[in-house]
T-cell receptor, first 117, second 110 residues
């Protein structure tokens, strides 16, 4: 149980275009979802936290207009990188949590490798 | 907010030798603690977690970790390392959300 999927696993796009990444909880209700970013040989940095039906809460330094997060249902969150630039190339990982359970465990997706040319 | 420190950026051990990866956390309440492993280009795999109870936690692949509140530590150990254990290891602490340490890269010498 507690499986999280991401789509696509890998995407290459041209500079200036927008890219959407999907994160789905397959067998549980994800009341809270998280988006992380990981640069090569670095740790995961939390970008934003989203609750179903609410606006996302962004970490300091993360541009909310550039990284659009939608959490419209209990099983789906999307991250849209708008007007992507080469410096946005990174590994994006989502995670999901069911807040009805008594402990704060997050389940991670396999990640999406974004390359902006 | 909670934070995690992994003091060792890179560790090299010989195959068959024992391993200990250090993790120190900062959090005002009782923490939920995790260790993950990540191979190059891959996602995270959960090795083990601590929520409460027994402070020595057993995980997958022969790993264990010990929660020491007095030292704010949650060190990961394995008695005999295999070449396939070479990877990046992340310690994480959960408060309202999960925060990761910088990671420790493990190299295994034949």
């Amino acid at each position: 149980g507690a499986v999280v999927s991401q789509h696509p696993s890998r995407v290459i796009c041209k500079s200036g275009t927008s890219v959407k990444i999907e994160c789905r909880s397959l067998d549980f209700q994800a009341t809270t979802m998280f988006w992380y970013r990981q640069f090569p040989k670095q740790s995961l940095m939390l970008m934003a936290t989203s609750n179903e039906g609410s606006k996302a809460t962004y970490e300091q330094g993360v541009e909310k207009d550039k990284f659009l997060i939608n959490h419209a249902s209990l099983t789906l969150s999307t991250l849209t990188v708008t007007s992507a630039h080469p410096e946005d190339s990174s590994f994006y990982i989502c995670s999901a949590r069911d807040d009805s359970v008594g402990y704060n465990e997050q389940f991670f997706g396999p990640g999406t490798r974004l390359t902006v040319l | 907010a909670q934070s995690v420190t992994q003091p060792d950026i890179h560790i090299t051990v010989s195959e068959g030798a024992s391993l200990e990866l250090r993790c120190n956390y900062s959090y005002g309440a009782t923490p939920y603690l995790f260790w993950y492993v990540q191979s190059p280009g891959q996602g995270l795999q959960l090795l083990l977690k601590y929520f409460s109870g027994d402070t020595l936690v057993q995980g997958i692949k022969g790993f264990e970790a010990e929660f020491k509140r007095s030292q704010s530590s949650f060190n990961l150990r394995k008695p005999s390392v295999h070449w396939s254990d070479a990877a990046e290891y992340f310690c994480a602490v959960v408060g309202n959300d999960m925060r990761f340490g910088a990671g420790t890269r493990l190299t295994v010498k034949p």
